[in-house]
């Protein structure tokens, strides 16, 4: 007999659970009082001696959101962007996590060096534009864009 799919925690027979049901990585709760930074060290600790590397960067990532510090803040970032490439691989995370973090504190030479190498190899020439630091790094990197045939095929420039 066929009756449909299992019911499933949080939801009814049949349905798909939302996705906050899937795990505290999935929700931000901005009403919560932040954590304090040792309540959620330990628990970033608790979740990577478990080996929950999605709950522990979801964790990381809802910390680095709520809280207040900028130099914390963009810290916070920068770690769950060095996790997304260590556990996962996933250069598209990373990039996000580290232009959070620029957001945070603008500056960061190293942050700002791996974007620029990132924005680069995907040919992402606005992003890279905006990195540039002064007016003439600006001028040079533009010139080096117009030289390029493809750039001026695909733009009409």
Request: net charge positive.
């Amino acid at each position: 007999v066929r009756g449909g799919p299992e019911p499933r925690p949080g939801g009814e027979r049949g349905t798909i659970c939302s996705p906050s049901a899937r795990g505290s990585y999935y929700r931000v709760s901005m009403t919560a009082p932040p954590p304090t930074n040792t309540e959620a060290a330990t628990k970033l600790e608790e979740l990577r001696a478990s080996k929950r590397w999605v709950e522990a960067l979801g964790y990381l990532r809802e910390w680095a959101m709520r809280t207040e510090d900028p130099e914390l803040r963009a810290r916070l970032w920068s770690a769950a962007g060095l996790m997304a490439l260590a556990r996962f691989a996933n250069q598209a995370e990373a990039i996000v996590c580290f232009e959070e973090a620029m957001r945070a504190r603008p500056g960061q030479l190293e942050v700002e060096e791996r974007l620029r190498c990132w924005y680069e190899k995907r040919r992402d020439w606005a992003k890279l534009l905006t990195l540039a630091r002064s007016e003439e790094e600006r001028r040079e990197l533009q010139s080096r864009l117009d030289a390029k045939p493809w750039w001026r095929r695909l733009f009409g420039g």
